[in-house]
Structures are given as structure tokens and as C-alpha cells.
């Protein structure tokens, strides 16, 4: 069992299901967050948590792993592209061929 883990009944669900929820309970309000009215079930917290993972650089298997998946599909619409990380992503690219630029200049 992974170690940071969702309850079994608020995996995903079997191939086909329609909410990829094993167990309608998950999509309930949350008893404690029910009474404030803002509509907050465990699924939303659930999808938040898994978003802030991927943005903090989880792939796709550790998605799948953290979340109960067995296939990527699911775990896909976790991963969410924003400008940010295109950004940090192009200035880590940048940074690896200026970096190999100085060392075949070092080379030569």
C-alpha cells in the first residue's frame, strides 16, 4: 500500500465506471464542511491534493500510484499544464544546453 493513500472505497472505480468512483459516499459533503455551504465533497479535495502533487513534479506513475490507478488514463487529468511551468520547464531546458555548451567549449 502506498504510503500516502486514499480509503479503498474512494479509489477509482472500475473500467466504465462513470465517475471513476468506487464508492458514491466520496462525493458526498464532507460533515464537517457541510454546514459552512460551501459544497465541498471529498472528491474535490481529493482532485485539489493530486493537482498540488503534480504540480510540485509527481509523473504520471506516481499519480497512479498515490490515486489507486491502474491505468494513466485516469491519472491524466491530474496533470494540468499552466504558463508557470512551461516556463520552468524552458528555462530548465535553457539552463541543460548552456551547461553542455560550456562543457564542450571546456573540451575543445
Request: proline share 6%.
Amino acid at each position: 500500500m502506498p504510503l500516502y493513500s486514499y480509503p479503498d472505497a474512494c479509489r477509482a472505480g472500475p473500467p466504465g465506471d462513470a465517475f471513476g468512483i468506487s464508492n458514491p459516499s466520496c462525493t458526498k459533503p464532507i460533515p464537517a464542511l457541510a454546514a459552512s455551504g460551501l459544497g465541498i465533497h471529498f472528491h474535490d479535495l481529493r482532485h485539489t491534493g493530486n493537482v498540488l502533487v503534480a504540480e510540485a513534479g509527481a509523473n504520471l506513475r506516481e499519480l497512479m500510484e498515490r490515486m489507486g490507478h491502474s491505468t494513466s488514463h485516469a491519472a491524466l487529468m491530474y496533470l494540468h499544464s499552466t504558463n508557470e511551468r512551461q516556463h520552468m520547464l524552458a528555462d530548465a531546458v535553457a539552463a541543460r544546453v548552456q551547461s553542455e555548451l560550456r562543457t564542450t567549449a571546456e573540451d575543445a
